[in-house]
């Protein structure tokens, strides 16, 4: 087995712990580019819209569904000994579809005030 694994869990858990794990990163970056923008509009200099953290929320869903649907999904449905053979994909399919997630909002954040640096 995989030294990253659900194998501490019972097997019927590790399927909705998979699909929450990376709903909870999702959400995640999502809550983050909330907190920047608002942080930003505090400070008084931002320009970048108000609606840019519900747009990307909005799109993190698209993609959290995106995953679920190509990557996750198919994991439920395998018998006992095909979940132990993916055994490392329950824990590494959450991790990249997350990681994508948090990396999005970092450019976007990192390209944001980059922008906002050339208008001054």
């Known amino acids: 087995m995989d030294s990253l694994s659900l194998g501490f869990l019972p097997l019927a858990l590790w399927w909705p712990v998979a699909a929450g794990l990376s709903l909870l990163l999702v959400l995640g970056a999502a809550l983050w580019m909330f907190m920047q923008n608002r942080t930003s509009q505090r400070r008084g200099g931002s320009t970048s819209p108000a609606w840019l953290p519900w747009?990307?929320?909005?799109l993190a869903l698209v993609w959290w569904g995106f995953g679920l649907?190509?990557?996750l999904w198919p994991l439920r449905e395998l018998d006992e000994?095909?979940?132990w053979a993916r055994a490392g994909s329950y824990v590494l399919v959450p991790l990249w579809i997350g990681g994508v997630a948090w990396v999005c909002a970092l450019v976007v954040q990192r390209l944001l005030r980059s922008t906002a640096a050339m208008r001054r």
Request: cysteine-free; aromatic content about 10%; proline content about 0%.
């Open 69 to 71: 649907a190509l990557a």
């Open 55 to 58: 747009a990307f929320a909005l």
């Open 81 to 83: 000994l095909g979940q």
